[in-house]
């Protein structure tokens, strides 16, 4: 007494199955930083019929060493579906069918905080919490089909794609949003880079259609998509309308290098 000593002993479990309807995942370590040379696979198993939201809380990833990869079904490379990493908040997951996995891989050097996330298992009927970009606000608490959510943005941001998302049932029965989550980008900025799986682009800030809106008199706006080493990118187009001879768009291509 007086003179006892502690020592105290992290153990680092990491992975392992989760079952049940709801929970949390983080990385081993959070929020103090996850172990060099980590390999830890989560995997989730929800009930037949049901599928899987994950919204995250916090991310941190030493960014393009370490990353979180998810797989919809077990941990198998057919199953990969994308590979997150980086500091920013990615948005919220929905699995395909009633198994998502996550694995954690880290290099040898440089940790980061690592990520913390919410799961819950999405009855058919729920397209689940699609999230809120950064710096815009939700209003909406129903997230079932027929359910309508409006997206807006802080002042001093614009919103690029759709404010009105509803919660519908696609002909092979599965609840999803019409249209992706918008962004918001600071008023009187264009272009950018852009991540994740899917995503909006757009040239106008004033949706009445204002010939100067977003690209001003004579401007140059440029967007960089980026893809997942081995991925290709789709580009469809819901609405055109430029200059014809004065104005246009050009979409260039890497590896292998292609404009059009
Ligand atoms: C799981 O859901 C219950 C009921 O909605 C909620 O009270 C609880 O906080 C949730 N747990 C987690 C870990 O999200
Ligand atoms: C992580 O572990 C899985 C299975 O245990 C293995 O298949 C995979 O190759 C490992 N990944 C790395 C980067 O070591
Ligand atoms: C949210 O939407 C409802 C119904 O459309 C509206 O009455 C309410 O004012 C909105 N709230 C905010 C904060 O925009």
Redesign the pocket.
Known sequence: PGNVKHIVCFIHTCGGTLKGRNGTIESPGFPYGYPNGA?C?WVIVAEEGSRIHIVFQSFAVEEEYDFLSLYDGH?HPANFRTRLTGFTIPPPVTSSGSIFSL?L?SDFAVSAHGFKGAYEELRSSSCGNPGVPPKGILNGTQFNVGGKIRYRCVTGYVLDGHSLLTCVTTAAGVSVWDFPVPICRAEDTCGGTLRGSSGLISSFDVPSGDSAGGLGSSGECKWTILADPGDTISLVFTEFQMEEKLDYLEVEGSEPTTIW
Do not use: A, L, Q, V
Request: proline share 20%; net charge positive.
């Open positions: 390999n696979t941990p694995r891989t």
